[in-house]
């Protein structure tokens, strides 16, 4: 089962409390600690985190370089976290547009953690769907036949997936919007979408368990008649 998180809200659950942004965003890594180990619990096989979109460049700039310290923290800090649970970290996206220093340590999680074998938890930073997608057109435009095999490959590439990802079974977005920001475009073209009032850093393993019940009661049909629950299409 894939499951990706919008993770949003951090701000505005700052501003309630009269904190600083920068706040609500260390509150919500604390948030992805017990989401990504309740994902780890429940055997979820990919687990997708929007961090960073390339939108957010337009935010102030002490505000980016805020989010940025804290997500190399988090690397440093979880990645042993992570090799003692098998879980494989990926992070997603561009990543000329990032600090040497930071790319030193995305490097050095991926590489730490290669070899694990259990959940693949893949971090999207400074990433776009549509330009992913209009960037993997241009590298196949000179193949002479692209089948959706190959197309899926060329997206992994261009995304810096380690693994080319199944689809989403699952989109979750916190905070009370309802759209998908420019995020896995292609993969959650049948995925199921739960949205909840709750912002990202009261989202805890109570919510996901929520989303999860909503999800397993659906009827998953991908365009034809009939169909079979959502959980037994993710075990399918």
Not at 67 to 77: A, G, K, N, P
Not at 86 to 99: E, F, H, K, P, Q
Not at 153 to 178: F, K, M, N, P, Y
């Amino acid at each position: 089962m894939h499951i990706a998180i919008i993770m949003d809200g951090n701000g505005r659950w700052a501003a309630r409390r009269g904190l600083p942004r920068t706040a609500g965003h260390r509150a919500g890594a604390k948030a992805v600690d017990a989401i990504v180990e309740a994902a780890a619990r429940r055997r979820i096989d990919t687990l997708t985190l929007y961090a960073f979109s390339a939108a957010n460049w337009s935010r102030p700039t002490e505000e980016v370089a805020a989010l940025f310290r804290l997500f190399r923290r988090y690397l440093i800090t979880q990645t042993r976290r992570c090799l003692e649970q098998a879980i494989r970290i990926n992070v997603m996206g561009r990543r000329d547009r990032l600090s040497a220093e930071l790319v030193r340590t995305i490097a050095d999680s991926e590489a730490a953690t290669a070899h694990c074998s259990g959940m693949h938890l893949r971090i999207a930073i400074d990433y776009s769907a549509q330009d992913s997608l209009i960037e993997t057109c241009r590298r196949l435009r000179a193949e002479p036949f692209v089948d959706r095999t190959r197309f899926v490959q060329c997206l992994a590439e261009v995304d810096r997936s380690t693994a080319t990802s199944a689809a989403v079974d699952l989109l979750i977005r916190t905070g009370g919007e309802q759209r998908l920001s420019d995020f896995l475009l292609w993969e959650c073209a049948y995925a199921e979408l739960h949205f909840t009032e709750c912002p990202w850093p009261d989202f805890d393993e109570t919510a996901f368990e929520q989303a999860l019940t909503d999800y397993a009661a659906r009827e998953r049909r991908f365009g034809a008649i009939g169909g079979v629950t959502a959980m037994a299409a993710s075990h399918g």
